[in-house]
């Protein structure tokens, strides 16, 4: 894999640049990028939730992972500072670089509240949602190592066999946390009886991507954290046996 762009594939874009329609079958032709497909995995979840939660930090880290339904990717915003010439005349030069500091994931809840209990644990950590204060109660373990994580997140092409190698784009995100216990997502209508989801945001701290010249190592984390997730029962597709969800030979 490589974050440098191939371009042989688009040499006939420019064949029809009024109407914009490039599909076909011819040799070369270049798809559209289709989102909905990709993986999101939470690296190093705070081992303080495991004590209150009697789950070992590998059972949290799977009901995030599995329970995970979108991920919004923040912007990078390229700002200006405007200089005004006689007569109004106005231009203009790069001023910053402000990069979003929040992401957004969406997560099924499910019976007996996994995703309530966890994230009220994982605030409990740096402030009791009672007390006010924090459970962490010497010096050394109030750090920010205690209760943040980092989140990865890659975007695959729609193919059939999602293998590692159709990682279009990857993200890290660092220094994340949960700004809410979704105890909102509970409410009560008579003349409602629907599925629960909570939409939570999580700070950043730095984003990482590897659209970066350095991204190659984030393509290649991404890809070890894929197979480790065991996608390999979906490269071989002669595995697959239609029946119910995870109904997959051999397994």
């Not at 042989?8 to 989102?35: C, E, R």
């Not at 957004?104 to 006010?132: G, T, V």
């Not at 993200?171 to 409602?192: E, S, W």
Request: negative net charge; glycine residues 8%.
């Amino acid at each position: 894999m490589s974050t440098k762009v191939n371009t042989k594939p688009f040499s006939n874009l420019y064949k029809t640049p009024t109407t914009k329609t490039f599909g076909g079958t011819n040799v070369g032709t270049a798809d559209p990028t289709i989102t909905g497909y990709g993986g999101i995995y939470f690296d190093e979840v705070p081992s303080r939730m495991s004590e209150q939660l009697d789950l070992s930090v590998s059972d949290i880290t799977k009901i995030l992972v599995s329970s995970s339904l979108s991920l919004s990717v923040p912007s990078i915003t390229i700002n200006k500072t405007t200089f005004n010439g006689l007569g109004g005349k106005k231009w203009s030069v790069i001023s910053n670089i402000d990069v979003g500091d929040s992401i957004s994931i969406r997560f099924n809840e499910w019976s007996s509240l996994p995703l309530a209990k966890i994230f009220y644990a994982w605030a409990d950590i740096a402030r009791s949602p009672r007390h006010h204060a924090s459970r962490l109660n010497k010096a050394s373990e109030y750090t920010k190592s205690a209760y943040s994580c980092t989140i990865y997140y890659w975007m695959l092409n729609p193919s059939m066999d999602p293998s590692p190698d159709a990682i279009e784009i990857a993200f890290a995100f660092t220094g994340c946390f949960p700004d809410k216990v979704p105890v909102d997502g509970f409410g009560f209508d008579v003349n409602t009886n629907d599925k629960v989801e909570h939409d939570i945001s999580f700070n950043v701290d730095e984003m990482f991507t590897s659209l970066d010249p350095d991204g190659e190592q984030l393509l290649q984390t991404c890809t070890a954290i894929a197979e480790e997730l065991n996608w390999e029962t979906w490269k071989n597709k002669t595995k697959l046996q239609w029946g119910g969800p995870g109904r997959i030979a051999g397994t």
